[in-house]
């Protein structure tokens, strides 16, 4: 499904859907927001919402049909610890969705275009609440963002990168979620050759059903005043 299809069924079928959910189709470099797909690898689950099911999936890494689209996109050329990456939401649209977003690399074995993400990954950007948090949707600072950004740290290695972006949505009822990601290609230039980064997971079982940031109640009375990140520690750390 192209984007001009996604977004023409939209607006023709039910314009709340287009802005009540997402998808993430723009690469942010260095601050302007390049083309849609242009650097991000489409997949075939539109704007729609996975269920906490998807965190057991394969398609937890880059979203449902993305592998058939991987030789679509180029490569965006990089260096760690210069240069500014990050993702903009379709249409320009705020997220309007509370809940933590996250942004993991993982490096290919070559040609990022061949990867599945089935190696390890690491977190290099989230966003979560104020702090203190009175339990509120307004509170979660992802909120009304259209665009995630962050410096590459120095400190990953030179090579070809899926850069994952992940929003967990908490508005469903109790402990129930809905779940948005989308990959985007990267060939990160870099002198460092440290300790590898790390903590590192994969996905799928990277998450589980029982994290703490799964286990967010987001309809408990009195509400949460805390909400743990989705997984690892960031790096560098
Ligand atoms: C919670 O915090 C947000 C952000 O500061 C504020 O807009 C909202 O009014 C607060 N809500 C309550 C019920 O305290
Ligand atoms: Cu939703």
């Not at 079928?13 to 997402?22: D, E, G, I, K, T």
């Amino acid at each position: 499904m192209h984007f001009s299809t996604v977004t023409a069924v939209a607006f023709a079928v039910a314009p709340q859907l287009a802005s009540a959910h997402f998808l993430f189709p723009h690469l942010m470099l260095n601050g302007l927001r390049t083309g849609a797909f242009e650097y991000v690898r489409e997949h075939d689950f539109g704007f729609m919402p996975h269920n906490n099911d998807f965190i057991n999936s394969q398609d937890f890494r880059c979203n449902e049909g993305s592998w058939r689209h991987r030789r679509e996109p180029k490569t965006a050329q990089v260096t760690a610890g210069r240069d500014t990456v990050g993702f903009n939401l379709h249409l320009d649209f705020g997220i309007y969705h509370p809940g933590p977003v996250t942004i993991y690399l993982s490096k290919a074995p070559g040609d990022v275009r061949d990867y599945d993400g089935s190696g390890d990954w690491f977190k290099v950007y989230q966003l979560g609440t104020m702090m203190p948090w009175n339990g509120t949707d307004q509170g979660w600072l992802t909120r009304d963002k259209k665009n995630f950004q962050f410096r590459l740290p120095s400190e990953i290695p030179a090579g070809q990168y899926l850069m994952r972006i992940e929003q967990m949505s908490v508005h469903p009822p109790y402990k129930q979620k809905e779940w948005y990601v989308q990959c985007a290609h990267l060939n990160i230039a870099s002198n460092y050759n440290g300790r590898a980064p790390g903590p590192t997971i994969r996905f799928p079982g990277g998450y589980k059903i029982s994290d703490p940031a799964i286990q967010l109640d987001s309809w408990a009375k009195p509400p949460p005043t805390f909400a743990p990140m989705p997984g690892p520690l960031l790096w560098p750390n």
